[in-house]
């Protein structure tokens, strides 16, 4: 299974990034898919994560600017962010949960990152 994501970049307080992560390969099912961030030196933490029925869960920090969206016939996922803060620079990982085949367990796996810069 391989997660590409895409959308990082700069951009300045205030502004907004579209991330977008789609899953491909051996994949029977998707339980949850979502996005974790992380500065060097911390550890990864929860952006938002949502299930395959669209119950979402966002960490404290986003809470209100950010929204997160998936398609289950596309295994794909997307982050909007908006009014982009400084503290929200890092690394922004994708995340998907999956199973291979029917009645397996869910395996999870990483997208390679993208750079998120919020900066003036």
């Known amino acids: 299974v391989q997660l590409q994501a895409s959308g990082g970049g700069s951009v300045q307080p205030g502004g907004s990034l579209r991330l977008s992560c789609a899953a491909s390969?051996?994949?029977?099912?998707?339980?949850?898919m979502g996005w974790y961030r992380q500065v060097p030196g911390n550890q990864r933490e929860l952006v938002a994560v949502?299930?395959?029925?669209?119950?979402?869960v966002y960490g404290d920090s986003v809470k209100g600017r950010f929204t997160i969206a998936r398609d289950n016939a596309k295994n794909t996922v997307n982050l909007q962010m908006t009014t982009l803060k400084p503290e929200d620079t890092a690394v922004y990982y994708c995340?998907?949960?999956?199973?291979?085949?029917?009645?397996?367990?869910?395996?999870?796996?990483w997208g390679q990152g993208t750079q998120v810069t919020v900066s003036s």
């Open positions: 995340n998907a949960r999956v199973s291979h085949y029917y009645g397996s367990s869910f395996v999870s796996y």
């Open positions: 949502i299930d395959s029925g669209g119950s979402t």
């Open positions: 390969g051996s994949i029977f099912s998707i339980s949850i």
